[in-house]
């Protein structure tokens, strides 16, 4: 602002006469603020890519009536607002999910080391009690029966199913 005051008084004295010196130190000081103006405008628009940038990705609470009533957020800008909401929403609800899963994955493993250890106790009762060593015998063949019939409900389940996708 300053400068192109300057300028402009420097202008008026060349025009009515002034010397070579001043004509010159003005064709310089418009050079220099052309280079300024350029220089300002180059970075002022990388400034407000670089907030409309950061307005985006650090969008963490979405406030849909204070967006409306803000001047300049284009509906672009409101439509890229809404859907970095909905994923920050949908990643905490993955979040949620992934430590349900993990729960549930910690109670498996600890059932699984319970049941082992049932099933070592028993077996060592039934190497020393021949009676029950007799009944955990039968446990173990009507268990293996019912893993056969399973499988085999099962397979014609599934066979049943095929031919009736290749039917169609």
């Keep these: 602002m300053q400068l192109q005051q300057v300028n402009s008084q420097m202008h008026s004295w060349v ?3 002034g010397s070579e010196i ?3 130190t003005l064709n310089r000081h418009r050079e220099i603020l052309q280079d300024l103006t350029q220089e300002f405008h180059r970075l ?3 400034f407000k890519a670089r907030q409309e940038h950061a307005l985006l990705l650090d969008f963490s609470d979405f406030d849909g009536a204070k967006l409306d009533v803000e001047e300049g957020v284009s509906s672009e800008e409101h439509a890229l607002l809404k859907e970095r909401a ?3 929403r949908n990643a905490g609800q993955m979040d949620t999910v992934i430590s349900q899963a993990q729960a549930t994955l910690g109670a498996l493993v600890f059932q699984r080391s319970t049941f082992s250890g049932i099933n070592t ?3 060592n009762v039934g190497s020393r009690l021949p009676t029950v060593n007799h009944i955990l015998a039968s446990i173990r063949r009507r268990k293996s029966m019912d893993t056969v019939i399973l499988s085999l409900v099962a397979a014609v389940c ?3 199913i095929l ?3 290749l039917s169609k």
């Design 158 to 160: 599934t066979f049943l």
């Design 44 to 46: 002022r628009s990388n």
């Design 22 to 24: 001043l004509s010159h």
């Design 86 to 88: 909905a994923l920050n």
């Design 121 to 123: 106790k028993l077996s």
């Design 163 to 165: 031919v009736y996708w």
């Design 15 to 17: 025009s009515s006469g």
